[in-house]
């Protein structure tokens, strides 16, 4: 009779197996011959001049990190949406608890500025 955590580690080095060889393979099969015009700073085709780091603004980042973060919560209403005529009266009131801090989360952005694009 097999172990019932044989399967487990079965699947543990398969992923490995899979995760591995195709960067080992890349690797072993690359070419090695460095050339000075593959070494160069790629820019949209154009050579860098000056300062190439410029300062980056974080609300690019918080704007979509505060999309991310409301169309998940947003996919999480899809199954109680459609179970909705077979759901129990507490899995209502859970649904207007999860309604009410999505809104407060709204709020929160709202008024941190992250929903402000420039």
Do not use: C
Not at 2 to 18: C, D, K, M, N, T
Not at 61 to 77: K, P, Q
């Amino acid at each position: 009779m097999i172990h019932p955590f044989a399967v487990v580690g079965l699947f543990l080095v398969v992923s490995l197996i899979f995760g591995v060889a195709p960067i080992a393979l890349a690797w072993l099969l690359s070419p090695k011959k460095l050339n000075p015009r593959k070494q160069q700073v790629y820019e949209s085709g154009n050579p860098t001049f000056g300062e190439t780091w410029i300062e980056f603004k974080p609300q690019y980042y918080l704007f979509g990190l505060a999309f991310l973060a409301f169309d998940v919560e947003a996919a999480f209403l899809f199954p109680w949406a459609l179970a909705y005529n077979q759901l129990a009266l507490y899995a209502v009131f859970e649904a207007a608890v999860f309604l009410g801090l999505l809104g407060v989360s709204l709020v929160f952005v709202w008024r941190k500025g992250w929903l402000e694009w420039m």
